[in-house]
């Protein structure tokens, strides 16, 4: 009778579940080709094993960390008691083929039991603590997805107890198979012991049974509630973009008008544009949150969650499951994503700076489906804030956002008592790098003082370089992050025809934005060079001795992190190494630092947008800083030290920030201790 029942549960439990991933499995692979997903087997291996086995992302929040890290490890380890209770079904004497009954797997058992009840407490109290509930302006969005959690906490709880209950039955009854190892077994056989036998006996069935029930019933739960990422998240982790779904953009698509059709659809537009991968990252979200409490947007009040953005699209996926699989789908929704499912306001809030998916323990590529969604509402459907009109007329008629043209590329060596070489043709020998000053580090007056403070420290350091002046042109990463991928392709192909003409193969770039789009970006196109940024080229000259700081800075400095330096890739040393090589300059860290850094405002052409929704970006960074006292702000991004220098004289206007704060790339600051 107890193998009956055991198997009935789980037959029935296998049908239901197995429907269910039959049914996903068809749902997430409609979408399109997702190539590149297969490469770096050995970076996609270390990710499981650090991502998955080692719970690396999720222990940046210790408690919590600690508490699914242990739930986790506990439920590999108790699938031996899944397979021991089943195993029971047939056998009381049933003992796992090569590893039997020895104490060290009994002790494990029982210690992991006691471990994922204590962390399961710890969950209670943080989802108290933290319901969704609490926060106004999320609220609206969850309904019934916290019950969801409770029941979730109330299956795991119930597996254990079922467990521990069964085995200490087993003790009494004498054909318990571990010792006192399994010491919480043996704890709980002492209570239940006064029961007598025939209870014993009568519990250790009733509560085997319960526990494969118990088992089977949260394998068909799973399937349906938003913990199918206990399944999906190793999937989604081993297929994401490695090393990480940052620098580059996933794909760049052929936008070439000889090999186009009438067919050809630009970025994702309805639900069924999306690719089998971001349907997968939609399966694998765990709403856990980190996203959001990281989002520059979100923080300052704008409608952007990436949360809330991923959740809703994964809701609109599965209600248009019949449209997209099965017999007689039409394979298509006809439901505009952009504003029927994603608010206006919630796709052009986005910065790209990154942080969604660096906090993201799942790896969803949240910075790629909302390109894809601008690229589709900029291409196809001609739709984007009026403001970026002038920019992107600006880039493609003047080859710079500000429209000032090529001649006054080269005004900022006016001032420089030395010559610049000026590459007319192919790069001379004795000139080892070109020096890509980029738009705002020609063009932007306060910007132009930093590219002026390189290029002497570059002299001073002995390194050969020149420039290409007229002939270079933006590197299109403002008119990409906007969604205008066909700009983006013309100004990266006339710029590498440029470079790959004058056989240019090492690059020094100030502009964190020119150092992605060309290190990571225009290979794709055709373009490969060795790209690095000014800071780190500063920070070899003063450990080889080629630039002496010596003259004392005495002030307090804070290092506000370019999101497309620091997250995107992954500088962040070097300026900090600059810095603290300044004699009597003290630095102060602001609280949100190096991967975790807050974005200044400027990024995914939000420079040259209207920001009228919640507070300033560029304002909250602002105030930041002047939490941590510091008498200077560094960074290493022109267009954060425009956003947080206009951040500053506000403040100052308003008497919040003292007349003497500065805001200075650390180029600048390394300079001032060259000077006598």
Known sequence: MRLLIGVVIFVVAAVFAGRRLLFLYGLISSGKPSPGRTENVGGRIWAELSEVIGQRKLLKKTVPGIAHALTFWGFIILLATIIEAFGALFSSTFA???IGHDSWLGFLEDLFSVLILLSLG?????????APSRRQRESRFYGSHTGAAWIVLFGITMVIITLLLYRAAQVNLGHFPYGGAAFASHAIASWIKGFGTTANKVIEVTFLELNIAVIMGFLVFVTYSKH???FTAPLNIIFSRRPKAL???GNTPNMDPEQLSEDDVFGVGQIEHLTWKQNLDLATCTECGRCQEQCPAWNTGKPLSPKLLIMNLRDHLFKSAPSLIGPGAAKTTQVPLVPDVIDTNVLWSCTTCGACVEACPVDIEHIDVIVDMRRYKVLMDSEFPTEANLMLRNVENQGDPWGLGQSKRLDWTKSLDFEVPVI????????????????AGALDERAAKTTQSVARLL???????????PKESCTGDPARRLGNEYLYQMQAMANIETLNGAKVKKII??????VNSLANEYPSLGGNYEVIHHSQVLERLVSERKLFPVTPVNATVTYHDPCYLGRHNSVYDEPRSVLSSVPGLKTVEMHKHRSKGFCCGAGGSRMWLEENIGKRVNMERTDQALVTGADMVSTACPYCMIMLDDGVKQRQAEGTAS??????????????????
């Not at 969950?123 to 933290?130: E, P």
């Open 459 to 469: 002299n001073a350091g002995g390194v050969k370089f020149g420039v290409l002046g």
């Open 122 to 130: 710890v969950f209670t109290v943080l989802r108290i603590k933290n």
């Open 247 to 249: 620098g580059a953009l």
């Open 509 to 514: 770039a100030s502009c964190p934005h020119c």
């Open 96 to 98: 796992i083929p090569l």
């Open 228 to 230: 199918l990422h206990i």
């Open 659 to 676: 007349e003497e704060m500065k805001v200075m790339d650390v180029a600048q600051v390394l300079e001032r201790s060259l000077s006598e």
């Open 424 to 439: 007319t043709g192919e790069i001379p020998g004795d000139v080892e790098y070109l020096f890509w000053v980029g738009c």
